[in-house]
């Protein structure tokens, strides 16, 4: 891109631009580091400080467009670079909001705009050595003053000085009162002047004086004392009233008029020695040089119970003449005063300067009235002239009480005009857009107005007295103290540096840049790139990012065009490398539609060239007699090249023949397309830019076969749907206890076990057992002579050993025999006592489970079936070993959301499906974290869970009922996986199982937590165990099979007479489940079901579902106590039967019996202080079921008390002990809860740069 001579006669045709309607394209630089700028500036405003014309100069570029000029509208921004970075053309600078500070943005404004504040700020000067910069307050405003007057910026940050103020990045997300920061920062300058010849500015500025007076009206006595203040809170509408003040000055009288004490607030004057009737009020004796005047438009509305604001209209004038106001009484006498100066402190409504107490007399007297019993004419009033002030400020808020927006509308006392600081955005407003803050609508001011009208209005008012004497300018630059104009400087110097740096910024490239590093595999960086360095320079660039210098020579490195998301090179670029980056990359941009990438080579290699319209081909070439798939080969073609010519390229690439070649193209996840159209070319068989082929070419006959029975593609399927997962196996095998069992029943005779291979004939096994980890592994692949029983004793071998006696069978499609094993006959006994104690899970099986785990006798090499190393495309086992079970319920039709491993026939249901499986022991990165013993396991996704449990067998030690899968997520949790039937395509490769002992789900069982229910302890929920329950169970059979395992795991001896399980609805004990009870017929069950269990003092009363079980608690209100919880068996939901148990219970007459029904969650807490009153006692209904009560099922609690019994009497002392004991009973106990909206955060300035510190300093 050539620059223009703007001294050349040519035409704009002979310098290159476009003819004929075309768009031409002119880009403006800094010419020799200058700004462009319009040649004449009339629109500047800049106040008169000093600055000059360069101050005002404007870039070329779009302007904001024109808009209505208020300081509720935000100014239009304009997102070209010039007018973001350049000033406002009001001359002033704003301000950014870091997130939720337009409050401190319009306080520091204001301040800003204050010459008074401004100049005396200037002349305090920072000792540097004494304090860090970082923390100190005043350097961080002087230093955004000298920026906000200085600055040729549109806005400035804010962030170092709430940095001093030792606020953290969370404080800018979080809005304050700006009143209330106005309070804070006045209170940590007072903190850091002192000592220094500002230590007064904030009282001599801002601090005001009043009496808070109480007149005795029967002789005339006054109380008074003095209070100091920095601002004045006046009333927007009186407490109770539906009407608000109308204007400022109105308010102030309000504020100022006294009010009687009569009837019973008489006030006792001290020389009556009575009460009397009185007066009460407040007086201003002295105003200070700036009035500042907060409308308290933030309430509590009573009836909502909820913060509100308060839209009212309230006017204030531009002069606000304070006369009206002041103290003019002068009819005292030394005897009717008692003066009491009380200095700082609050009282009434007023804020008062609690830094310094001590006030200047000559101030009182210059200003207004300073009252003493030696009263003269001069001191009573000032000329009218001295009491009036000039708004300068109003900040404004625009929004609710629960949040909004401030900015601030401020006159300059250098023009008297007014402007609306918004933030960043400054602009000129109008006596119009002041008034528009009044707030209010058109209408009447009734009381719900408020809530229509507008949520923009004056919040604080800054009034400056008019008195020339002492009204200041704003200091000028040339007029600046050395120390400032030393800042100035450096200011300058480091814009000038940021200014460097953004044009840098500006022209520097950023684009994505990848290496495919020979040792680090695949890296990722970003390359910044200034636009005019060449490709050339760029390389080396990317080469010492990626750090090949020790690896390959540079000479060996090129960047190319790359596209990461199709992993597709688009070109290179030869011949181009002192051609500049810009260029190559079509300019600067925030971002590119590709990548580069950093390509190397070895020395005796050469680049391959890579042009536009080519299309990346990776090619994997398959070998059938290995069944394997190399690593990808990349090729490179057009898409108009023929199928033929695409083979003829591949063949060079890879040695293969074309004659015999066969080219696979996967589209998509598992579209395989035979390419076998020879004049078809690439675009129409729906290749883009980045492909995937698999390419076979051999001698066998499998290419004649249709592609979709043929080898290849079962190859190929395979392929695309393997992944691998990381299996952690448990650390204890049950192996040891089930040999030993097993072996004894072997040498009873009582059963034969036989195992036969799918894919050979010859007796083979192998002893497999690990010591510490693996005791005994079963074999499927091995055989038993069906007519001995052997047993052998289990050796040390380490999980390799395990791995090689894994079970497969042929992936052929010849391999139709199946594997099977003979299961021992057992009685129906058995078979219960199976269920019975299956149910446990537990590291340790017992021995009604041993027959699942199998012994071997012979021990040898394993024969694989198809020559691979311990893997194949393999069908999982059948096993009948649960054939011969008779079940003792019947299990209903439904799907229970788990699914069984077996059909109705007890066949196995993955026999069926041939499906890839491999393990292998982890690797130590693989097992990096994972003190288990651990599996990798390819495994084909479409494999289902109970084929995938059924090929983990031989790795865990038992059968895949005996244990269960669960899948871990990312952070960490674990979620059962039970679905039996459902297969493993959720999975993705690297993803974690986790295998844990214990009986895993049968179809139509569910896992059952179990908690005991103990109504009269502390805490009366109690989790017990994990069980196992079943359709068609009955309640007493579960009960029969859940008592050994709480004997054996909780130490609890119970009787089943002496037990119940009732219905648990979170914390609540719900209905009583009887012993005939059938699950799923009379209860309901479900996945992760949870029931309460019940240990009985006596046999259980509960016979019918007609009965109910009632929770009851006495209520003594002479001991202030609540007895023990007594279950009463109501017979029918009458009322009166209800009485007659509570009567019988209790020594309760049944006329003097009143009831309660209990609120909240089991067991009903409520404080014995409240009770009494807050509960509905002896509701007026006859049975139960109805409203107030609505007792419908077992486990309601009513708290019961006799109606003759009277209240204990407590002292005040006695009462307040109960208190706290009860709150701490009941908050331990967790049932007092109680809503509590967002605590607001308090607004704090810390004075030693952060929050770290002495807590009680706030």
Request: charged residues 30%; hydrophobic residues 30%; contains cysteine.
């Amino acid at each position: 891109m050539a620059p223009l001579d703007n001294s050349s006669e040519m035409s704009l045709s002979d310098s290159g631009f476009e003819p004929g309607g075309k768009r031409n394209f002119l880009q403006l630089t800094d010419k020799d580091g200058e700004q462009p700028q319009i040649a004449s500036d009339e629109s500047g405003t800049a106040e008169s400080s000093g600055l000059d014309d360069s101050s005002q100069e404007r870039f070329i570029g779009p302007l904001p467009r024109d808009s209505t000029p208020g300081c509720s509208d935000y100014s239009s921004p304009s997102y070209s670079y010039s007018s973001i970075l350049n000033k406002s053309e009001t001359g002033y600078v704003g301000l950014v909001n870091q997130a939720m500070t337009c409050y401190l943005n319009s306080l520091l404004q204001t301040l800003f705009m204050t010459p008074e504040f401004r100049n005396a700020l200037y002349n305090w000067e920072f000792e540097e050595p004494e304090e860090d910069p970082v923390t100190s307050i005043p350097y961080q405003l002087q230093r955004l003053f000298v920026l906000l007057q200085t600055s040729k910026k549109r806005a400035i940050e804010t962030t170092d000085v709430t940095r001093s103020f030792g606020w953290d990045s969370s404080e800018a997300w979080q809005q304050h009162d700006v009143q209330e920061l106005c309070r804070v920062m006045f209170d940590a300058l007072e903190q850091k002047w002192k000592q220094t010849e500002q230590a007064d500015l904030i009282n001599q500025l801002y601090q005001g004086k009043l009496k808070d007076y109480v007149r005795c009206l029967e002789c005339g006595y006054e109380s008074w004392r003095i209070d100091t203040y920095l601002d004045i809170p006046l009333v927007i509408r009186p407490f109770g009233a539906s009407q608000a003040y109308g204007s400022v000055e109105e308010a102030l009288q309000a504020f100022i008029q006294p009010e009687t004490l009569d009837g019973p607030n008489q006030y006792f004057c001290e020389r009556c020695k009575k009460k009397c009737d009185a007066r009460k009020g407040l007086r201003f004796l002295h105003f200070p040089y700036l009035l500042t005047l907060q409308l308290k438009r933030f309430d509590f509305d009573y009836t909502t119970m909820h913060r509100i604001k308060l839209n009212d209209r309230m006017t204030f004038p531009e002069e606000l003449d304070m006369s009206p106001f002041i103290d003019v009484e002068d009819e005292k006498s030394p005897q009717t005063e008692s003066c009491t100066d009380s200095g700082a402190e609050n009282e009434g409504s007023c804020h008062s300067d609690q830094m310094s107490n001590d006030f200047s007399t000559d101030d009182c007297v210059d200003e207004g009235i300073c009252l003493d019993s030696t009263g003269s004419t001069e001191r009573v009033l000032k000329p009218k002239s001295l009491l009036t002030f000039e708004l300068f400020s109003v900040m404004v808020h625009s929004g609710s009480a629960a949040g909004g927006h401030y900015y601030a509308c401020i006159k300059s006392f250098s023009d008297g005009q007014w402007y609306s600081f918004n933030d960043q955005h400054v602009s000129k407003i109008t006596q119009d857009d002041i008034r528009k803050t009044y707030g209010g609508s058109s209408g009447s001011r009734g009381y719900y107005s408020s809530a229509f009208a507008s949520s923009t209005n004056a919040y604080m008012l800054i009034y400056r007295l008019k008195d020339p004497s002492r009204n200041a300018k704003y200091l000028a630059v040339e007029d600046f103290p050395e120390h400032i104009k030393s800042l100035v400087q450096k200011e300058k110097e480091s814009e000038e540096q940021e200014k460097r740096q953004r044009e840098i910024e500006r022209n520097t490239c950023k684009i994505k840049l990848f290496c495919v590093h020979p040792v680090k595999m695949m890296m990722e960086s970003k390359l910044e790139v200034h636009k005019d360095k060449t490709l050339r320079e760029a390389t080396e660039m990317a080469y010492k990012l990626m750090e090949l210098e020790a690896v390959v020579p540079l000479d060996c490195c090129r960047l190319v065009k790359y596209d990461e998301f199709h992993e597709y090179l688009e070109r290179s670029y030869e011949g181009e490398e002192d051609t500049p980056m810009g260029v190559l990359l079509g300019g600067v941009k925030s971002s590119y539609m590709f990548d580069l990438l950093l390509e190397t080579r070895r020395p005796e290699q050469v680049f391959q060239p890579y042009k536009p319209g080519e299309v990346m081909v990776k090619v994997h070439v398959v070998n059938l007699k290995s069944e394997t798939i190399t690593s990808p080969i990349s090729v490179r073609a057009y898409l108009n090249q023929t199928i033929t010519e695409f083979k003829q390229l591949i063949a060079q690439a890879t040695g293969l023949s074309t004659e015999t070649m066969r080219v696979v193209l996967e589209r998509c996840y598992n579209d395989l397309r035979l390419l076998y159209v020879p004049n078809k070319t690439l675009k129409a068989e729906g290749f883009f830019r980045s492909n995937k082929v698999f390419v076979e070419s051999s001698e066998l006959t499998d290419h004649q076969v249709a592609f979709t029975d043929s080898l290849l593609w079962k190859l190929l399927d395979r392929h695309g749907n393997t992944i691998r997962l990381l299996v952690l196996l448990p650390e204890q095998s049950p192996g040891t206890l089930a040999n030993r069992t097993l072996c004894q029943k072997q040498q009873q005779g009582s059963s034969t076990i036989t195992n036969t291979s799918t894919s050979t004939n010859t007796s083979d096994s192998q002893k497999s057992s690990d010591a510490s980890d693996f005791e005994h592994i079963e074999s499927p692949t091995q055989e038993a002579d069906s007519n001995s029983s052997l047993c052998v004793a289990a050796d040390n071998r380490e999980l390799e050993n395990r791995i090689r006696a894994t079970p497969v069978a042929s992936g052929g499609a010849s391999s139709d025999q199946e594997n099977h094993f003979t299961c021992e006959e057992r009685s129906d006994s058995e078979v219960n006592n199976d269920r019975s104690t299956s149910s446990v899970d537990s590291d340790i099986l017992s021995s009604s489970h041993s027959s699942d785990t199998l012994c071997n006798a012979d021990s040898g090499p394993i024969q694989l079936a198809n020559g691979l190393d311990s893997h194949s495309i393999t069908s999982s086992r059948r096993s009948k070993a649960h054939e011969g079970k008779k079940e003792t319920w019947e299990t209903a039709e439904e799907d229970s959301g788990t699914d069984s491993e077996y059909d109705d026939n007890g066949k196995s249901k993955a026999e069926a499906h041939y499906l890839y499986f491999k393990a292998e022991p982890c690797s130590q990165e693989d097992a990096a974290g994972d003190a288990q013993k651990c599996l990798v396991v390819h495994v084909d996704k479409r494999i289902t869970l109970a084929a995938f449990k059924q090929n983990l067998e031989p790795y865990v030690g038992v059968s895949s009922t005996q244990f269960k899968v669960f899948r871990v997520y990312a952070n960490n949790q674990e979620f059962e996986s039970v679905r039996l039937n459902e297969t493993l395509s959720s999975f993705s490769d690297d993803n974690k199982i986790t295998i844990r002992l214990g009986r895993a789900l049968k179809k139509g069982e569910y896992r059952v937590k179990v908690y005991q229910l103990l109504v009269n302890e502390p805490e009366p929920c109690k989790f017990l165990v994990d069980t196992v329950f079943a359709k068609g169970m009955t309640v007493r059979q579960s009960k029969e099979e859940l008592l050994p395992q709480l004997k054996e795991q909780c130490k609890l001896d119970l009787g089943i007479d002496r037990v119940r399980l009732r219905k648990k609805t979170w914390k609540n004990p719900g209905t009583v489940f009887l012993d005939y009870h059938v699950y799923e017929e009379d209860i309901s069950i479900s996945s992760n079901w949870e029931v309460f269990l019940e240990v009985l003092n006596e046999p259980e009363k509960m016979k019918s579902m007609s009965q109910l079980a009632v929770l009851t608690r006495r209520w003594s209100p002479s001991t202030m106590k609540l007895g023990p919880f007594q279950e009463v068996i109501l017979e029918s939901s009458s009322v009166e039967e209800l009485k007659e148990k509570l009567s019988e219970i209790s020594d309760i007459p049944l006329e003097n019996l009143e009831f309660a029904k209990g609120r909240g969650t089991f067991p009903c807490d409520i404080s014995v202080l409240e009770i009494h009153q807050d509960l509905d006692w002896n509701p007026k209904v006859s049975t139960l079921n109805v409203w107030p009560l609505y007792i419908c099922d077992d486990g309601a609690v009513v708290f019961y008390r006799g109606s003759t019994e009277e209240p204990l009497e407590l002292s005040d002392d006695e009462r307040n002990e109960l208190m706290k004991k009860e709150s701490s009973r009941l908050l331990k106990t967790g049932h007092r809860v109680s809503y509590s909206p967002r605590k607001e955060k308090a607004l704090k300035i810390y004075l030693d740069g952060g929050p770290a510190k002495d807590t009680g300093q706030d």
